[in-house]
């Protein structure tokens, strides 16, 4: 069973350049959560989200930013214009779906946007 | 709001020693879930321990436990027996059933050889 799955892993955008980034959740799993950390920091909530549904998207910049989660493929989370203080790792984690009490969530190894 | 606090920056421990690491927490909920994650240089999160808030017993996972003091919104990590692989940054964390996870800012462990 692979485990939840980011791609890139590294990615160098210019500045005014768009990120996309990528999450594939564990096989069976239909919730997904982005996190931000930038260094030496937490791990800061971006959004939730259920397959073509967005959750709680409270930790989300309002301009720029965009996730999404459709019903085939991975989830995506999208930087529109980004500046250097987009530079972060971004982390992904799944759960299982709804009618379970969910414990634990799955982390992704995290991309790393870096913006020159 | 949910909030979780860790007060200690930075700590350090000889090999083989016991340390504790600190975190508060805040909730107005009574059925949670608190976690410790082990963040290598790897940057991968990995869950060292959790504890569902129903349960007074204590959780133990090997050399880590926890001292949950649910009446103080209290929740430490004691690490026995350091070892050098126990180096990283260790996040506390918070849950309410299936939301999203709350994590403090960290402490980053240091293993004295």
């Known amino acids: 069973n692979a485990g939840v799955m980011q791609n890139p892993r590294h990615l160098v955008r210019r500045r005014g350049q768009e990120a996309r980034l990528r999450c594939s959740p564990m096989?069976?799993?239909?919730?997904v959560y982005w996190y931000r950390q930038l260094p030496e920091e937490g791990l800061k909530f971006m959004v939730y989200l259920q397959k073509e549904n967005i959750i709680d998207e409270s930790g989300m910049p309002k301009e720029r930013f965009s996730a999404e989660f459709p019903k085939e493929g991975p989830s995506i989370l999208r930087i529109q214009q980004v500046v250097r203080g987009d530079s972060a790792a971004y982390f992904c984690?799944?759960?299982?779906?709804?009618?379970?009490?969910?414990?634990?969530?799955?982390f992704g190894q995290g991309t790393r946007l870096t913006v020159v | 709001a949910q909030t979780v606090t860790q007060s200690q920056p930075e700590m350090s421990v000889q090999e083989a020693e016991t340390v504790t690491l600190s975190c508060t927490y805040d909730?107005?909920?009574?059925?949670?879930?608190l976690f410790w994650y082990k963040q290598p240089p790897s940057r991968q999160m990995i869950l060292v321990i959790r504890q569902e808030a129903y349960k007074q017993q204590n959780a133990t996972e090997n050399r880590f436990s926890v001292n949950f003091q649910k009446a103080a919104k209290s929740f430490s990590l004691k690490i026995s027996d350091s070892q050098l692989g126990d180096a990283a940054m260790y996040f506390c964390a918070y849950r309410f059933r299936d939301d999203k996870i709350i994590f403090g800012k960290g402490t980053r462990l240091h293993i004295l050889p």
């Open positions: 984690a799944s759960s299982p779906g709804t009618g379970r009490i969910n414990t634990e969530a799955f």
């Open positions: 909730t107005s909920e009574s059925d949670y879930y």
């Open positions: 096989k069976g799993h239909s919730h």
